[in-house]
Nanobody
Framework: QVKLVESGGGSVQPGGSLRLSCEVS????????IGWFRQAPGLEREGISC???????LYTASVKGRFTVTRNIPKNTVYLQMNGLEPEDTAIYYC?????????????????????WGEGALVNVSS
């Protein structure tokens, strides 16, 4: 049974940091991409980062240089380190078995026959 579980969300002041984890069960991360998405209040969900199947990290422009995606294959976990958080980063963050969005130089999509999402982790950035 495939399952993705996010953790590490919370409240932080502007300029602060959080690290989200996405623990995957039911298949090995080795050879599969995991995407990070977020949905802010009143806005559509957007893809913000991708740990691609070959270990390449991709980011959307608004988080590049502040967020870092990594993975630990033995632990079957993908991480999103978020530094320099801004109020505009307030959203529910999801990991998923797909990557989609304006990542890198253009629109990027990595989709598999399976489509699984975590339940989300709330990140609130306010003073």
């Amino acid at each position: 049974q495939v399952k993705l579980v996010e953790s590490g969300g919370g409240s932080v002041q502007p300029g602060g940091s959080l690290r989200l984890s996405c623990e995957v069960s039911g298949f090995s991360l080795d050879g599969f991409a995991i995407g990070w998405f977020r949905q802010a209040p009143g806005l559509e969900r957007e893809g913000i980062s991708c740990m691609d199947d070959d270990g390449t990290a991709l980011y959307t422009a608004s988080v590049k240089g502040r967020f870092t995606v990594t993975r630990n294959i033995p632990k079957n976990t993908v991480y999103l380190q978020m530094n320099g958080l801004e109020p505009e980063d307030t959203a529910i963050y999801y990991c998923a078995t797909r990557c989609e969005g304006y990542l890198g130089s253009g629109y990027y999509s990595r989709v598999y026959g399976m489509d699984y999402w975590g339940e989300g982790a709330l990140v609130n950035v306010s003073s």
